[in-house]
């Protein structure tokens, strides 16, 4: 059973500090992972898709690593910003199984 | 739509009662999920669609939760006789190929609360 852990749970810095958050899974036969942010009382956003061939992708201030033999992907936002405050969560696509599994989340506050 | 789109975005019902909530994939996809993410809490799969069948139901809560999808397109997840563990919000997802490298995209929800 493919397990997804997001550390830290909750993270809380200043504007224009570069964020890292980080997700480890223990199945490494993926299609792909994905990061999502929400927003409270919102639906998933999707950032970033990075399909199991690829070792990064970037978008704007976004960058998201994966190594997929270690089961390790981690999300930069450059720069932060007031607006980034949200949850942040990684979802992997598994070979073995049908679903998107889905870590606890990183709840980010980025402060003024 | 542009988006997947769920209805109705809240619902309150009363204990004992069945409640119906609607999915609206994206055109053409042909894979739906459905979660649930109770109050603080993370995403739980529930059941995953692949055209018309679902070849995963092993998230499904109990017997009173079944779901099902027509055409490839439209999905109803229903809940009998609600009880109130079952408020939470109740997200849906498609992507163009849920076996392939292809990204999910959410509905907003709709949450769902039973007193």
Same mark, same amino acid.
């Given at each position: 059973k493919q397990e997804v852990t997001q550390i830290p749970a909750a993270l809380s810095v200043?504007?224009?500090e570069n964020l890292v958050l980080n997700c480890s899974f223990t199945d490494s036969a993926i299609y792909n992972l994905q990061w999502f942010r929400q927003d409270p009382g919102k639906g998933l956003t999707s950032l970033?898709?990075?399909q199991?061939?690829?070792r990064e992708q970037t978008s704007g201030r976004l960058n998201a690593s994966l190594d997929k033999s270690s089961g390790r992907s981690t999300l930069y936002i450059a720069a932060s910003q007031p607006g980034d405050s949200a949850t942040y969560l990684c979802a992997v696509n598994g070979i073995r199984d049908y679903k998107l599994s889905f870590g606890a989340g990183t709840t980010v506050t980025v402060r003024a | 739509g542009a988006g997947v789109s769920q209805s109705p975005s809240n619902k309150v019902t009363e204990k004992g009662k069945d409640v119906e909530l609607r999915c609206d994939p994206i055109s053409g996809h042909t894979a739906l999920y459905w979660y649930?993410?109770?109050l603080g809490q993370?995403?739980?799969f529930l059941i995953y669609f692949q055209g018309n069948s679902? #070849? %995963?139901k092993s998230g499904l809560p109990s017997d009173r939760f079944s779901a099902e999808r027509t055409g490839g397109s439209v999905s109803t997840l229903t809940i009998q006789r609600t009880q109130q563990e079952d408020s939470a919000v109740?997200?849906?997802a498609s992507? #163009? %190929?849920g076996q392939k490298n292809t990204e999910a995209f959410f509905g907003q929800g709709t949450r769902l609360t039973v007193v």
């Open positions: 200043p504007e224009g970033l898709l990075i199991s061939s690829q | 649930r993410q109770s993370g995403l739980e679902a #070849p %995963d109740y997200l849906c992507s #163009p %190929d």
